[in-house]
């Protein structure tokens, strides 16, 4: 029987309602006309007023619209505007034309749900096993971060399965597509993860930018007979990929006064002027403020809850209390919650590179304190939440200001 996946496409185009127009008053429709002319000339003008009537300090900037789908529903970019040779307006103008484009690219790059024109991306390697394609840098140097971290980008049937359940409005509707409570779905997961272990899978990082996904013919055979198009996939992790992405466009044009964060807990600070302050949150049945932190940039850290928010849920909750996580096992393909909540800070490396380095243990719930700590090093400082507590296992570069 073949396997149905439910749709989660990123973009979906909405119905066209066609309405006839009357003809019967034109005089009618003349003064509507002129008044719609009218209410576009106020907004227009108020636009360009926000456009030049710029405050120097700090403002939060978004992408432009204009430039097509994007990544940056994900992210908070604020900027400090005015502290240069520039007016606000010109800054501000020039900043969110780099960060437009960048999240743009972000985009066409890292999504699994649509083909992009003009550009090799996540969606293109998925369709065409066995080829050779060669791929933007960005997208290049996150795969062979990945892949050294252990086999989490073969995980995209995985995910495919779990974003049934995050994506759930009721329990019901939760139980269906659960691998812990419906037996069809924890068969179909068992054996993906069977293909993996045994190496039926496996991208191929060549010279040149070049990369080619190899499947063995009984996992291509098994992905046809259950609609497996979704090889591939960063996952929950791929924020931490992109924010470094978009901190590199930031500083390759010549920014540092910025902080970028996303929704989900991924931070990348680029000043290195003064102290920032990071609200810590837990997550022990409901999320609450565990503490306060602070720390100085320039910086990458990590503000990691199991079922982190926002646009795109990674995480489920029962009307019992029971929680579905985010952080998904690479042995079993099922979600573990070693802590509720896990902070870090580095003054070297993106937040891929931070990420990485702790993935292993995230998703083992039987992680030593002293595994934790020897990933944390001399360079990092590292913070798990537990039964209502924040432990330090890492050196103690940031500090704590207040414990709820």
Not at 162 to 182: I, L, Q, T, Y
Not at 314 to 335: C, M, V
């Given at each position: ?206 010279e040149g930018r070049k990369v080619c996904l190899h499947l063995s013919d009984a996992y291509r055979a098994f992905g046809q007979e259950n609609g497996i198009t979704r090889w591939i996939d960063f996952g929950w992790q791929k924020n931490a990929f992109i924010i470094d992405d978009l901190a590199e466009a930031l500083e390759t044009a010549g920014w540092s006064r910025a902080v970028i964060s996303s929704t989900d807990g991924f931070i990348r600070c680029l000043d290195d002027r003064g102290t920032f302050t990071l609200n810590v949150l837990a997550d022990a049945g409901e999320v ?117």
């Open positions: 029987m073949k396997r149905e996946a439910r749709d989660f496409r990123e973009t979906a185009p909405k119905p066209v309602k066609r309405i006839a127009l009357d003809d019967s008053n034109p005089r009618r429709r003349l003064l509507a006309i002129i008044l719609a002319l009218a209410v576009a000339a106020g907004a227009f003008f108020f636009a360009f007023r926000g456009l030049t009537n710029v405050e120097p300090g700090w403002a939060t900037l978004e992408a432009d619209g204009g430039v097509g789908m994007n990544v940056s529903g994900d992210f908070r970019l604020q900027a400090e505007l005015g502290a240069g040779k520039e007016t606000p307006p010109a800054e501000r103008r020039k900043l969110t034309a780099v960060y437009s484009k960048a999240a743009r690219e972000a985009y066409t790059l890292y999504t699994t749900q649509e083909n992009t024109a003009d550009v090799t991306g996540l969606w293109y390697i998925n369709h065409h096993p066995g080829e050779e394609v060669q791929v933007d840098g960005r997208l290049y140097r996150s795969m062979q971060k990945s892949l050294a971290s252990g086999n989490w980008l073969y995980l995209g049937p995985v995910y495919e399965t779990w974003d049934s359940v995050w994506f759930s409005r009721e329990d019901r509707e939760a139980e269906a597509a659960d691998p812990r409570k419906n037996g069809e779905q924890a068969d179909f997961l068992a054996q993906v993860m069977k293909y993996i272990r045994a190496g039926d899978i496996r991208l191929e990082l060549r609450k403020q565990a503490a306060q932190m602070e720390y100085r940039g320039p910086a990458s850290l990590l503000m990691l809850l199991p079922s982190p928010g926002g646009s795109r849920p990674y995480g489920y909750r029962y009307r019992d209390g029971t929680g579905r996580t985010a952080w998904i096992s690479p042995e079993n393909g099922l979600d573990v919650k070693p802590a509720d909540g896990m902070t870090a800070y580095a003054e070297e490396g993106g937040c891929a590179d931070l990420l990485c380095r702790f993935l292993p243990l995230l998703t083992r719930p039987d992680a030593t304190d002293r595994e934790w700590s020897a990933a944390a090093g001399d360079d990092t400082a590292l913070w798990l939440a537990r039964e209502g507590k924040l432990i330090s296992l890492g050196n103690k570069k940031m500090t704590l200001v207040s414990a709820e």
